[in-house]
């Protein structure tokens, strides 16, 4: 166990971090999310990484990951993985994508499902919701919304939708009126989430590496935005090749801006602006097509 120590020369580390450690750090989370984490991130995972081991009063890293390697601990296995998650999401991000969801919603068969895939803190699959109140111009829409993520944490934030002021500093400020409610005394500067919206929206975690989602039915878009960079290619085309089958034939796929996924997937097809839809020429896309 970790006792306390004398104050450290500066730029010593608190604990041991070899290369070797970083190496079973890196197939640990390849082998649990696909996560395919670049040599430079060893100083993030780290700052990240000693959280855990001061937690649980541990002195070397060797010993943390021999733990998690012994699969006892499904709980710190979570922790683990949320330590390592990247979460960088905000409402209306990659703005683009949301005018022409919004065109799609009003031509396609009701009722109308969509997947958020990786849903963060929320941000994303409220700013779907929106899109819909908007497009329908009601607060409740003939939409459904399943929001997953892999991170725990962050899920629990998207089911509260409690936010500070300050991330609806880009939103007009009609939209913000209209879709959230102010904090009042201990909540000043916060924001909540219309309850409208969250019933449109069911969060669940998820793991696009799992043998199994649990997601029945088929989905008029699947927002998967900003989560295939973690991914190696072998990776990001069995995802994608799973979602094609879950998807109604004029259904959308939005992917992020710096995502390619013609090279990988011969389901899909681009339409424009990191938006795919399936490809009725590809050998899945026609497979896909034949069933439905």
């Not at 190496?23 to 999310?33: D, G, H, S, T």
């Not at 904090?183 to 989430?193: F, I, M, N, S, T």
């Not at 989602?213 to 072998?234: E, H, L, Q």
């Amino acid at each position: 166990m970790k006792t306390a120590s004398l104050a450290r020369p500066e730029g010593v580390k608190e604990f041991e971090f070899t290369a070797r450690d970083f190496e079973r750090v890196r197939a640990l989370i390849y082998q649990r999310a696909g996560i395919a984490l670049a040599e430079s991130k060893q100083e993030m995972v780290y700052s990240r990484l000693a959280r855990r081991l001061r937690a649980g009063g541990l002195d070397s890293f060797a010993v943390y990951l021999d733990q998690l390697e012994r699969g006892r601990d499904d709980a710190e296995w979570e922790a683990f993985t949320n330590a390592l998650t990247t979460n960088l999401t905000s409402f209306f991000r990659e703005a683009h994508h949301f005018p022409i969801l919004a065109e799609h919603l009003k031509t396609v068969r009701q009722p109308i499902e969509i997947w958020c895939s990786a849903s963060s803190t929320g941000e994303e699959p409220y700013s779907i919701a929106m899109t819909a109140c908007e497009a329908f111009n009601t607060l409740t829409p003939p939409v459904k919304i399943i929001a997953t993520d892999i991170d725990t944490n962050v899920l629990n934030t998207g089911a509260n939708g409690i936010y500070s002021m300050d991330r609806l500093d880009r939103m007009a400020p009609e939209r913000a009126r209209r879709f959230f409610l102010r904090g009042k005394g201990a909540q000043e500067g916060l924001v909540r989430v219309r309850p409208e919206l969250r019933q449109m929206i069911t969060f669940k975690q998820l793991n696009l590496l799992s043998d199994r989602w649990g997601i029945s039915g088929t989905f008029d878009a699947i927002f998967c935005r900003n989560v295939m960079i973690y991914f190696d290619k072998p990776t990001q085309g069995r995802i994608l090749d799973r979602f094609a089958p879950l998807m109604k034939p004029d259904g959308l796929l939005f992917a992020g801006h710096s995502e390619n996924f013609l090279y990988v997937c011969d389901a899909f097809k681009l339409r424009g602006k990191t938006v795919y839809e399936l490809d009725p020429g590809g050998p899945a896309g026609a497979a896909r097509m034949r069933r439905a």
